[in-house]
């Protein structure tokens, strides 16, 4: 999860900054890159948690229309770009509008509180068309490792983020970009990826086609004031910038925000803890208050 300063009222070139985003702690970063998936179990995970995005965007956005709705289209197009079939898609169109028969059919978005491994505050983010199968489970993922449910948003404080990329004939550099950024109304902050590029040519094989187009892409999250987000990611569309992700995220507040756990043992029983609340299939989003 993105971690930063909270920027509030005058939006100055102090507030903006430059900073390495680590995609271990929130997923947006990680959305946006091409998903391998290692076998077939793990390819049906993938497909269901991205029709669940595609779905949310639907009942969020107000429209099944790409073309009215950023944020569906923006969840489309990660579906295309992890091979996401035409019908998975359609079908996730459909159950967010209300429009589908079946399971899943009353889908609705439902948010969870809790302390997790270490005394880490934790939010999660569901889309269910049972609550108390939902609940269930995570609260029985919580009391594994003993947590317990309880009230954490004061923990936490809602931002709006978009994710862009510069198009080849736009600037890639940090300042220049948030020149273009300084003049719309609702942005609170700036940061860059400085990892772009680099994890993913790490991670993929390569190819013929990966070394003749090396993935160098630069890419700059918009720290948003909540209820301008799809104001602002419009904006940023119209000024030429390819949108990546966007949404409306928990953020940990400055003086509830903890450090990341040092102890090694900790460290494991947590992210154990994440990679088991990640495997329920109605989870959506995990948000913690550790720091970045």
Request: charged letters at 25%; one cysteine or more; hydrophobic letters at 35%.
């Amino acid at each position: 999860m993105l971690r930063t300063n909270s920027v509030r009222g005058i939006f100055t070139r102090r507030f903006l900054h430059e900073t390495k985003l680590l995609s271990a702690g929130h997923s947006k970063w990680a959305n946006i890159k091409h998903t391998k998936a290692k076998n077939d179990a793990e390819r049906t995970k993938i497909y269901n948690k991205i029709a669940n995005q595609i779905t949310v965007a639907v009942k969020l956005g107000g429209s099944s229309d790409p073309s009215s709705n950023i944020r569906l289209a923006t969840a489309i197009e990660l579906a295309s770009k992890n091979n996401v079939t035409k019908k998975v898609i359609e079908n996730a169109i459909k159950k967010g509008a209300g429009t589908s028969e079946g399971a899943g059919a009353g889908a609705e978005p439902c948010t969870y509180e809790g302390i997790g491994p270490a005394g880490v505050a934790f939010v999660v983010e569901a889309l269910t068309d049972n609550k108390n199968r939902t609940v269930g489970l995570i609260r029985s993922t919580f009391n594994k490792f003993n947590g317990n449910m309880t009230p954490t948003l004061y923990f936490f404080e809602r931002k709006g983020y978009v994710v862009i990329e510069p198009k080849e004939d736009q600037p890639q550099d940090f300042d220049s970009v948030m020149d273009i950024v300084l003049e719309i109304d609702g942005v609170e902050d700036l940061e860059q990826d400085t990892s772009a590029g680099q994890e993913d040519a790490a991670t993929e094989p390569s190819t013929a086609e990966s070394d003749a187009s090396p993935t160098t892409a630069a890419l700059f999250e918009v720290i948003t004031e909540p209820q301008q987000t799809n104001k602002v990611a419009e904006t940023l569309r119209n000024k030429g910038f390819h949108i990546r992700d966007m949404g409306v995220e928990y953020a940990p507040r400055d003086e509830t925000a903890i450090d990341h756990v040092t102890d090694v043992e900790l460290q494991a029983k947590l992210d154990k803890f994440i990679n088991q609340l990640e495997e329920i299939d109605d989870v959506t989003q995990i948000y913690s208050n550790i720091k970045e």
